[in-house]
């Protein structure tokens, strides 16, 4: 909630009535713990819970009308068909299972939702992908990854990366940061975003320029029509990191 603060006081100030999605959301315990903390005594404000199972939505709904949460909505459904609010404020995903976090990203980036948090889970997409393209792909980056377990890690890292990418081409400022301490979880790297511009032409490059060098798609990509470059060669890295003092 401390890391969510500076989002939701923001959208609160701006919008009378913000509307916050939580995407799988499980039994809806942020949403629960976000509703006590920032929308119950507001005047306005709506938080949707999306999540696949139906018995969860339908307790978690119970739960809420027991408590009065009247403005705690519940959708079951699959994030890649669900029924959307036009205007998204805040989107999150905590744990969004392998791919549902590029379903989460990508209806954040296509609603142009001002803020998104996501926490993603275990990803298992870009490791298949890496295997398969490894052929391709120049012989010293593959050392990185030409065992099972380093290309698990491996591909769940160049997941968060290129998602992190994806949100800047998309005209979000982000910050990667750990959500909590290792002892309570190992899916632990919360991804935040902001939005503050159209888009990002540069880091849209820097994209497309990492898809074509490790000839992976996943989904968030797919979604968006991002395609790799083809001979595009990356950008210096003194530009990736253009954001560090000097
Ligand atoms: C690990 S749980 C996390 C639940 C909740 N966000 C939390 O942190 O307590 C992941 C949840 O996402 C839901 N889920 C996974 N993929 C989904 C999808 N494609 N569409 C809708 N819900 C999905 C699962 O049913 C599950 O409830």
Redesign the pocket.
């Known amino acids: 909630m401390g890391l969510l603060r500076p989002a939701l006081e923001d959208i609160q100030g701006r919008h009378a009535s913000p509307v916050v999605v939580d995407a ?4 809806a ?2 949403g629960f713990i976000l509703y006590e903390l920032f929308l119950k005594d507001a005047e306005g404000g709506v938080l949707l819970n ?4 139906p018995e ?1 939505t339908q307790r978690a709904k119970e739960r809420a009308g027991r408590l009065g949460f009247s403005r705690m909505e519940f959708q079951t459904a ?3 068909s669900a029924q959307w609010p036009e205007r998204i404020h805040l989107l999150m995903a ?4 392998d791919t ?1 976090t590029d ?1 989460a990203l990508a209806v954040a980036i296509q609603k142009g939702a001002d803020y998104v948090a996501v926490v993603p ?1 275990c990803q298992a997409e870009v490791a298949t992908q890496l295997k398969e393209g490894r052929a391709a792909v120049e012989p010293t980056l593959s050392l990185l990854y030409q065992h099972p377990w380093h290309r698990r890690e491996f591909g769940s890292h160049l997941t968060n990366v290129l998602r992190a990418l994806t949100l800047e081409s998309f005209g979000y400022q982000v910050t990667v940061t750990e959500l909590t301490g290792w002892e309570h979880s190992l899916k632990n790297e919360l991804i935040l975003g902001r939005r503050v511009h159209r888009e990002n032409r540069q880091a849209r490059a820097k994209l497309e320029a990492m898809l074509g060098a490790y000839g992976v798609r996943p989904k968030l990509t797919r979604l968006l029509g991002v395609e790799p470059a083809s001979s595009t060669p990356a950008p210096p890295a003194a530009d990736i990191t253009r954001t560090t003092p000097v």
Do not use: P
């Open positions: 799988g959301s499980g039994n315990y942020l999306v999540e696949g199972r969860l699959h994030l890649e905590l744990h969004a299972c549902a379903d889970c």
